[in-house]
């Protein structure tokens, strides 16, 4: 015959595991939640950087053609540079590595509509109406402090404020790409 002890587990003794095994997992757990916000913010402060990066690269590029590009309607020779506004913003994006169609009213569908010019970031695509009120018909990259640049038909790559002169109330919608 087998004998088999059984174990008389002592109630108090089982509620103590029992509690340190709950205190032990929240702690555990408040860590871990702790490490993915830590994580989660240098993410985003990482993605921020990228992105500011992105953005300063975008601008360095676009002002590396003043005086470099011709203008011409309908145009996109890169070899040549003579290109029209939209052909400009696709080559200057191109080189950051961001495909973007030809023409400023394909270009106007990308990315997220930004309609106040206060909401703009530094590499946005920004749009405007020079001859029809509201048809988009001219396109350029928002570089900071209210200015763009672009290639014009007057005077090929510029920067322009937006806030003031022919600009200030053409301006139709940016688009965070």
Do not use: E
């Not at 590029?61 to 040549?80: C, E, M, P, Q």
């Not at 206060?118 to 509201?134: A, N, Y």
Request: some cysteine; aromatic content about 8%; hydrophobic content about 40%.
């Amino acid at each position: 015959m087998i004998f088999v002890k059984k174990n008389r587990l002592n109630p108090s003794v089982v509620g103590l595991s029992l509690s340190l095994l709950i205190a032990g997992t929240a702690l555990l757990s408040s860590q871990a939640a702790s490490a993915a916000t830590t994580t989660t913010n240098g993410a985003v402060a990482a993605a921020t950087a990228m992105s500011t990066s992105r953005a300063d690269s975008i601008v360095r590029t676009a002002k590396s053609y003043i005086g470099d590009v011709t203008y011409r309607y309908g145009t996109r020779n890169t070899s040549r540079l003579i290109l029209d506004c939209s052909a400009y913003t696709q080559l200057v994006f191109s080189k950051n590595g961001i495909k973007l169609p030809w023409g400023s009213q394909a270009q106007a569908k990308l990315g997220t509509r930004v309609s106040k010019k206060t909401s703009l970031s530094k590499g946005d695509l920004v749009m405007f109406s020079t001859s029809t009120p509201g048809r988009i018909n001219h396109v350029g990259i928002y570089i900071g402090n209210g200015q763009f640049i672009s290639n014009t038909t007057s005077s090929g790559v510029v920067i322009r404020s937006m806030t003031s002169g022919y600009w200030k109330d053409r301006f139709i919608m940016g688009r965070h790409v």
